[in-house]
């Protein structure tokens, strides 16, 4: 299986804060690799996909980039909404995996 | 729009069998897409369970090989899934999604999930 490093597993930031996660490939993945947004008691929700293209409708603080193994996920300017766990995933080899999170709090 | 809506039994006895059956609203199963599950432990993240395309075919984790089945039923239009021999580490929120692409790709939408726990 392709293992996915994502870090931090937390994060403590101050609104309007630029924040960064990144993930890491176990080996190439092009950039087969989609963010995702995780809140207690809703719809996980699709933020990036290709690494870098934004999904429809999606804010545009959000931002993602890279290829190969080394990936990075930014919120341009944090705001209470975006308080939420944060899940990179690949999707160049089956079993499609993810990484461990990163939960994303308010200071 | 396109939505999905998990149910199924929230306690399940260990060595029983989990049915989870996902509704799909807005666009039929066997319309073009994968539909997939993936669970999320408690306290742990998320693990892609297996899939179904809108032809039937199927793939699975291997980590759960041989206990688990995905199935869809276009007449009731939804999509099942059947884990077997369950311990308490398939205690877990399970979700089901659509899934794009032929070969690979995104998951686009998402249930808000279902509680399993296994427990005697």
């Known amino acids: 299986d392709i293992q996915m490093t994502q870090s931090p597993s937390s994060l403590s930031a101050s609104i309007g804060d630029r924040v960064t996660i990144t993930c890491q490939a176990s080996q190439d993945i092009s950039n087969y690799l989609n963010w995702y947004q995780v809140k207690p008691g809703k719809a996980p929700t699709l933020l990036i996909y290709d690494g870098s293209t934004l999904q429809t409708g999606v804010t545009s603080r959000f931002s993602g980039s890279g290829s190969v193994t080394d990936f990075t996920f930014t919120i341009s300017s944090l705001q209470p909404e975006d308080i939420a766990t944060y899940y990179c995933q690949q999707y160049e080899m089956l079993p499609w995996t993810f990484g461990q999170g990163t939960e994303v709090a308010i200071k | 729009q396109v939505q999905l809506q998990e149910s199924g039994p929230g306690l399940v006895k260990p060595s029983g069998t989990l049915s989870l059956t996902c509704g799909v609203f807005?666009?039929?199963?066997?319309?073009?897409?994968?539909w997939s599950w993936v669970r999320q432990a408690p306290g742990m993240g998320l693990e892609w369970i297996g899939e179904?395309?809108?032809?039937?075919?199927?793939k699975y984790n291997p980590s759960l090989q041989g206990r688990v089945t995905v199935s869809a039923d276009e007449s009731m239009n939804h999509v099942s899934l059947q884990l077997t021999s369950v311990t308490a580490a398939d205690t877990a929120l399970y979700y089901c999604?659509?899934?794009?692409?032929?070969?690979?790709?995104?998951?686009?939408?998402w249930g808000r999930g279902t509680l399993v726990t296994v427990s005697s």
């Open positions: 807005g666009v039929s199963v066997t319309w073009g897409d994968w």
């Open positions: 179904i395309s809108h032809s039937g075919r199927t």
């Open positions: 999604a659509r899934r794009r692409g032929v070969v690979r790709g995104y998951l686009d939408v």
